[in-house]
Nanobody
Framework: QVQLVESGGRLVQAGGSLELSCAVSGRAFSNYRMGWFRQSLGKEREFVAAISRRGDNTLYADSVKGRFTISRANAANTVYLQMNSLKPEDTAVYYC?????????????????????WGQGTQVTVSL
């Protein structure tokens, strides 16, 4: 079983920056490709960013491309989401997710159902 715990969410002003972290425990972190998703009030959960198991491939939603950066530290069992130039429309609960991949895989995915494990989420609120 894999456990994911997100942290770093808070209230921030528009134009500001924030870094989210997701600590993973339970199984070898490097076996998993990782993703960040978000869900705002009344909307479906949507893809934000994804990273391959070795960190050599990334994928971003168009809405965050150039502003957000996903990274991972396999030695620390942690995936990060650096968010810059935040906008009020970035307000949401942010979730990290994990999906096990073969050893040499560089694949990433934006598909929510591809991920087997999810954290509880962390709230990000961007004010004007």
């Amino acid at each position: 079983q894999v456990q994911l715990v997100e942290s770093g969410g808070r209230l921030v002003q528009a134009g500001g920056s924030l870094e989210l972290s997701c600590a993973v425990s339970g199984r070898a972190f490097s076996n998993y490709r990782m993703g960040w998703f978000r869900q705002s009030l009344g909307k479906e959960r949507e893809f934000v960013a994804a990273i391959s198991r070795r960190g050599d491939n990334t994928l971003y939603a168009d809405s965050v491309k150039g502003r957000f950066t996903i990274s991972r530290a396999n030695a620390a069992n942690t995936v990060y989401l650096q968010m810059n130039s935040l906008k009020p429309e970035d307000t949401a609960v942010y979730y990290c997710a994990a999906d096990q991949e073969p050893v040499f895989s560089t694949r990433v995915t934006r598909v929510l159902s591809d991920y087997d494990y999810w954290g509880q989420g962390t709230q990000v609120t961007v004010s004007l």
